[in-house]
């Protein structure tokens, strides 16, 4: 077999600012230690995220000079609907500016005290629009998902039995809807198998509980059924999809992953009624029916994301090019969440670093060090997004301490993933050199964001 190549070329570049490891050091410094304030500009290889900041093609942006403008029935809507209906059988098409409006909106007319939502795992903004609204957000991955080593096919499957004790205990008048996230992005980027989605479908129906898919990366989660699950080798990924959403009553999408734009999102439904008291919010917070919190050209963008991403060629060299990432790492002995998930390489910085106790922060050392060695941007997973201080303002640390390393569509070329490689195995042969952080200063709320560092 020959070489996967970037089943593309490049019309339009955007020059890499080079800096020299003085440069970072200063940049890191004054950014306090928290990749987050750094300027992009300052990161030479930019993974902090795979959300809307993909590369549009030039169908796509052609398609921006088309979009109809005008602010009730444009064409550039009708072209939208018919792509979304096509993909997900759905009857009801809501457009929405991001994922997280959709969410704010469903949960707005289903959530409520007392009411309980069960996925595999809640990505976090839906579960903080189902939490504001009173309501508690239910994760219930397979135990597989858990274990960092365990290669296994579909490790973001739901646990069945856990789903079926949840509805015993709360019953099923309390659960307005059960969702499957594919793929699984909180849990590692895991596949969910074909096979789960049908039995977390049937589960839930059983009990007259509605099935929702928040289908962000709904595209990389069919080419690993193709790939992984008996029976699906020789299906196209389109109707893989289609097979998939016709087990659901409704999904929300970010449209900023797996529609290769980098702004938008729509909500699903099926239900006449549901649909129409989702429209009513859709009008009251983001806009009329026809376009949602987007512009014209935006719906189209998205329109035509979302047939190329369907495309194998496409699929086959992202996947690939993650992949090839993780292979080349785990042959240098540098410690990963297994297998490589649809979108992003999760290293564990608690074998990495062993000598860095969780209270100085190893996920954060890491994503620093990094940065010092090749100019890599990343984001800890670890203590400081999900530590805490107890009552008495002990520290408590976080399940995991992982640095994402979240790959953006179409954007970096095969010689870049090379030189993350050698960036990341050079950080790791030095690695007994690399001490531990702590707070200079601790943000109250959301202290990845804006927390600032010290070397310990
Ligand atoms: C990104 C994401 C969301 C939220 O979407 P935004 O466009 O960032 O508002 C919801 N669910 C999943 C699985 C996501 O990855």
């Not at 939490?131 to 096919?153: C, N, Q, S």
């Not at 797996?258 to 009251?284: E, S």
């Amino acid at each position: 077999m020959k070489t996967i190549i970037e089943p593309f070329k490049i019309k339009m570049v955007e020059p890499i600012r080079m800096t020299t490891r003085e440069e970072r050091e200063a940049a890191i410094r004054k950014a306090g230690y928290n990749l987050f304030k750094l300027p992009a500009e300052d990161c030479l290889i930019d993974l902090l995220t795979d959300s809307g900041t993909g590369a549009m093609s030039a169908e796509q942006w052609a398609g921006m000079m088309r979009g109809d403008e005008s602010y009730a029935g444009a064409r550039s809507f009708f072209r939208f609907e018919s792509v979304t209906k096509r993909l997900t059988g759905m009857r009801h098409i809501l457009p929405t500016h991001q994922g997280r409006a959709s969410e704010r909106i469903l949960f707005g007319v289903l959530g409520g005290p007392d009411k309980v939502f069960p996925s595999n795992t809640h990505f976090d903004t839906t579960r903080a629009n189902i939490e504001f609204g009173g309501g508690r957000a239910v994760d219930l991955v397979d135990p597989a998902g858990k274990d960092p080593t365990l290669i296994a096919p579909f490790k973001g499957n739901m646990d069945i039995a856990a789903l079926e004790r949840l509805i015993a205990e709360v019953g099923p008048a309390n659960i307005p809807l059960g969702a499957t996230t594919v793929t699984n992005n909180a849990a590692g980027g895991q596949p969910v198998s074909m096979a789960n989605i049908r039995q977390t479908r049937d589960v839930l129906h059983r009990h007259g509980i509605p099935f929702f898919i928040d289908c962000a990366r709904f595209a990389e989660n069919c080419w690993f059924i193709k790939m992984r699950e008996p029976g699906y080798a020789d299906r196209s990924l389109e109707s893989i999809a289609q097979e998939m959403f016709a087990l659901a009553d409704g999904c929300w999408m970010s449209a900023k992953k797996d529609a290769l734009v980098n702004i938008g999102g729509f909500l699903a439904i099926n239900d006449d009624d549901l649909a129409a008291r989702c429209r009513q919010m859709l009008v009251l917070t983001e806009g009329f029916p026809t376009y949602g919190g987007l512009a014209g050209r935006d719906l189209e963008a998205i329109a035509q994301g979302l047939i190329e991403v369907l495309d194998e060629e496409y699929m086959r060299y992202r996947i690939r090019s993650i992949e090839f990432l993780a292979e080349r790492l785990v042959a240098g002995g540098v410690p990963i969440f297994q297998p490589a998930g649809g979108h992003a390489i999760y290293l564990d910085a608690r074998r990495f670093l062993p000598h860095v106790p969780a209270e100085r922060f190893p996920g954060q050392s890491l994503a620093v060090a990094l940065y010092l060695e090749g100019g890599v941007r990343s984001v800890e997973i670890g203590s400081v997004m999900f530590g805490r201080r107890d009552p008495d303002g002990r520290f408590v640390g976080a399940a995991n301490e992982l640095v994402r390393l979240a790959i953006p569509r179409r954007v970096y070329t095969q010689s870049h993933i090379e030189y993350l490689v050698e960036v990341i195995l050079e950080v790791f042969a030095g690695r007994d050199a690399i001490g531990g952080l702590k707070f200079d200063f601790e943000a109250p709320i959301l202290r990845h964001f804006t927390s600032t560092f010290l070397p310990a």
